[in-house]
């Protein structure tokens, strides 16, 4: 979900105008579908390798208190 949350502000800055190469109301329609896909396939292969830092800072954080 985090991973699908980032990717959405780069996709979000393509051209939408409406010219020959432009997907349309289509493209449009099924955007959201293919970020959650990119997303998935991301996660299914290491993601973007934060994991790890992340795991340490929680348990660091967890052992202040």
């Not at 109301?25 to 099924?30: D, I, P, V």
């Not at 896909?37 to 292969?45: F, S």
Request: glycine content about 10%; cysteine-free.
């Amino acid at each position: 979900m985090a991973i699908n949350q980032m990717l959405q502000p780069m996709f979000a800055t393509e051209d939408d105008s409406d010219n020959m190469f432009s997907g349309g109301a289509g493209e449009k329609q099924f955007r959201p579908m293919l970020v959650e896909q990119i997303a998935k396939q991301m996660e299914n292969n290491g993601g973007i390798g934060m994991t790890d830092a992340i795991n340490r800072q929680m348990l660091a954080m967890q052992e202040q208190k």
